[in-house]
Every structure is written in structure tokens, then in C-alpha cells.
Antibody, heavy 121, light 108 residues
Framework: EVQLVQSGAEVKKPGESLKISCKGSGYSFTNYWIGWVRQMPGKGLEWMGIIYPGDSDTRYSPSFQGQVSISADKSISTAYLQWGSLKASDTAMFYC??????????????WGQGTLVTVSS | ETVMTQSPATLSVSPGERATLSCRASQSVSSNLAWYQQKPGQAPRLLIYGASTRATGIPPRFSGSGSGTEFTLTISSLQSEDFAVYYCQQYNIWPPYSFGQGTKLEIK
């Protein structure tokens, strides 16, 4: 069974750094793209970026390029989403999700449970 | 960037009736279009991909149609568990694989 298990909720102050994680299991981690999706409170889904753990090929939405960093450690089947300096506007739920198929032209077939990030002074 | 536009923003339908949700792409996405369902407090769930193929475990009352720039999700005979927010997503050109803004399906 494919599972994506995300790290727990975080409460941070503006200016702090943060790295959240997403551990995949039940499949070959290196063979499927994993992406990150933001959902701000009461709002819709936003595609942030995606990584291929096999070779760390990473693509970012122009809206998020330079704002976050996506990485993966294939030795522990874990993908990461990282901020260098958080802002209050980064408060949101963040989902990791795996593409349904090995091909990059595929929807998100599997989702993590979400990580709530709250940034407040 | 391909912009996805969903309509209506909110749809009020009675249980047992049919619901029709629309999604339009700003440029052709071929049949690389997915629909997701999201219930409060839950992660989204893939319903339809390839514009018309139901994902594993999705009941046949959910159907998708369209290609190019115009797409439709139809839910025949609405059940209580179908009231949720629905998103379309194109996965033809990245980045990003953009989502629509969502349609909230509520009980009339």
C-alpha cells in the first residue's frame, strides 16, 4: 500500500527557518515524482513544485520559485519542503503528493495527510 | 502558465439529483485533466484522470468528459457523502500543473 506520511504541525515566528518532511512507503521511492501543494486557510489548492527523487530533478511554480526549496533523501525515502525565512503569509496547510504514474504527465494519485504551518509573532 | 477556471464557484443541489461542474483551460491541455474531491479536514482525493477515467475505487456515478479546453464533471444521483469541494487540475504543461479555484457542492 502506497503511503505518504508527513511531519507534524509547526508553529513558528516570522523570520525563522523550517523544513517539513514527507516519507514515502509501499513503492519504489526513486521512480515517482513527489510534489508539494499549498492550501491557505479557506482557500484552494496551489501547485508549488515537484521533485524526482531518482536524480533530484526539481521544478518550481514561478509563484514559488525562490520562496521555498524542495529536496529529497532517497536513502530514507523522504521528500522535504524548506523555508529560509518564514513570513506570516506562509501560514497554510501543506500537502505532499505523489504522481499516480512514473511518467511526469500524470495527476497526483496519492496524498499525504498534510502539515499545518502557522507563522505568528 | 495555463490558467484553469471552474464554474460555478458554488453549486446547490438536492440529494438524488445530478450535479454538473465545469472547468475551462486557458489553452489546450489535451486530455491531461484530473478532478479531485476534498472534504473538510481531509486531503484531496483523485476522482478522475485522463479527463474521463475513474480512479481506483471511485463509484460510477462520477463521470468526466471533455478535451482541449472544456471539461465537465458529472455526478449523477448525489449522495450525502458527495457534498464537498471539487478541483480540476491540468497536467499537460508544467510548471505548474495548475489547479482550478474549486467548486463547492452544497446541499440544497
Amino acid at each position: 500500500e502506497v503511503q505518504l506520511v508527513q511531519s507534524g504541525a509547526e508553529v513558528k515566528k516570522p523570520g525563522e527557518s523550517l523544513k517539513i518532511s514527507c516519507k514515502g512507503s509501499g513503492y519504489s521511492f526513486t521512480n515517482y515524482w513527489i510534489g508539494w501543494v499549498r492550501q491557505m486557510p479557506g482557500k484552494g489548492l496551489e501547485w508549488m513544485g515537484i521533485i524526482y527523487p531518482g536524480d533530484s530533478d526539481t521544478r518550481y511554480s514561478p509563484s514559488f520559485q525562490g520562496q521555498v526549496s524542495i529536496s529529497a533523501d532517497k536513502s530514507i525515502s523522504t521528500a522535504y519542503l524548506q523555508w529560509g525565512s518564514l513570513k506570516a503569509s506562509d501560514t497554510a496547510m501543506f500537502y505532499c503528493a505523489r504522481l499516480r504514474d512514473p511518467s511526469s504527465s500524470s495527476p497526483f494519485g496519492y496524498w499525504g495527510q498534510g502539515t499545518l504551518v502557522t507563522v505568528s509573532s | 502558465e495555463t490558467v484553469m477556471t471552474q464554474s460555478p464557484a458554488t453549486l446547490s443541489v438536492s440529494p438524488g439529483e445530478r450535479a454538473t461542474l465545469s472547468c475551462r483551460a486557458s489553452q489546450s491541455v489535451s486530455s491531461n485533466l484530473a478532478w479531485y474531491q476534498q472534504k473538510p479536514g481531509q486531503a484531496p482525493r483523485l476522482l478522475i484522470y485522463g479527463a474521463s477515467t475513474r480512479a481506483t475505487g471511485i463509484p460510477p456515478r462520477f463521470s468526466g468528459s471533455g478535451s482541449g479546453t472544456e471539461f465537465t464533471l458529472t455526478i449523477s444521483s448525489l449522495q450525502s457523502e458527495d457534498f464537498a469541494v471539487y478541483y480540476c487540475q491540468q497536467y499537460n504543461i508544467w510548471p505548474p500543473y495548475s489547479f482550478g479555484q474549486g467548486t463547492k457542492l452544497e446541499i440544497k
